[in-house]
Structure formats: structure tokens, C-alpha cells
């Protein structure tokens, strides 16, 4: 429903296009509060308030039906897959969710990050081996390496997959 000015009235039109989502309470305050005044005010449109409202109370009344347990079977032999498959070359090529580069985080994807995790796994290894070391500077190592090791696999894993997308 457009927005209207609080002081206009509301017109019939815009009332009866806006009940569904005033039954559902899903309207801003100010709106609800002008359909609320027009419904009071108009006869008709109250009348078919009244009969949405009855025709919900009445659904919301009935048994719930379970589904049958091959539902989702016949709902995927519905599906015209010929004409899925004629659209492939207009989708474009998938990899899993996991191998989408935003389901890394950005702060762990960042050049900042993944330099500064190969500087300080760098830093750790010539300490420990000049130095000689603290038990915990292996674990330092590995650490500042995971960030550049997460984002390396999660490309590979992307080619991997693509690449076994157009070979097949």
C-alpha cells in the first residue's frame, strides 16, 4: 500500500488492498491506524474485513492433513527437467557453498591477514631454529599459516570442481 499523508483519509481502493496485511498485523502503526478509521467509517469495506476475517478463522479451524509419504516424489516428477536442462548454458557454473569465496571471512581473506600470518609463521620458524625454542612456536607456525592454507584449498577446491563441471 503507498504511503499516505496522516491527516488524508484513506480511500476504499487502498483499504481493501491493505486487509490481508492488516489481519496479519504486518502494517506500520500510523497506516493500520487509518484503515482502522476507514473501517469503522465504511460500511462495505467492514463488511469484507469481516468475511476475510471468518474465511481465516475457518481455515485456521481445519484438521491439519499429513502429507503422503511419497509426496516429494511426485512433486519432483512434476518438475520438467528437459526444459531445466535445455536452460544450462544460460546458468552459470556452481561450486559448493563452502567453496564460494564470501564464505570465507573477510578479515581471514584480507592480504593483511594472510601476510601477516605467513610473516609471523616465517619469524617463528627462524626463532626456533636459531634461537632454539619455546614448545609453543610450532603452534605459533602453524597458526599464522592457517589463513593463507584455508583461502589456497578453498581455490583449489573451486578449480577442482569446475574443472570437473566442464569435463563431464
Given amino acids: 500500500m503507498g504511503r499516505k499523508e496522516d491527516n488524508q483519509p484513506l480511500e476504499c481502493g487502498a483499504c481493501r488492498d491493505s486487509l490481508q496485511e492488516y489481519l496479519d498485523g504486518t502494517l506500520e502503526k500510523s497506516i493500520s491506524l487509518q484503515l482502522f478509521l476507514h473501517l469503522r467509517d465504511c460500511e462495505e469495506c467492514q463488511t469484507e474485513h469481516d468475511e476475510l476475517q471468518s474465511m481465516f478463522q475457518l481455515m485456521d479451524s481445519l484438521p491439519e492433513v499429513p502429507l503422503p509419504a511419497d509426496f516429494d516424489a511426485k512433486i ?93
Avoid: D, H
Fill in 76 to 168: 519432483l516428477a512434476s518438475v520438467n527437467y528437459e526444459g531445466y536442462r535445455a536452460m544450462e548454458s544460460i546458468r552459470r557454473e556452481r561450486v559448493p557453498v563452502f567453496l564460494e569465496e564470501a564464505f570465507l571471512p573477510a578479515l581471514l581473506r584480507s592480504r593483511i591477514t594472510r601476510w601477516g600470518g605467513l610473516g609471523v609463521s616465517a619469524l617463528a620458524l627462524v626463532s626456533q631454529f636459531t634461537i632454539g625454542g619455546s614448545p609453543y612456536l610450532p603452534v605459533v607456525v602453524a597458526v599464522g599459516l592457517v589463513p593463507e592454507f584455508l583461502v589456497r584449498m578453498q581455490g583449489l577446491g573451486r578449480r577442482f570442481v569446475l574443472a570437473g563441471q566442464t569435463g563431464s
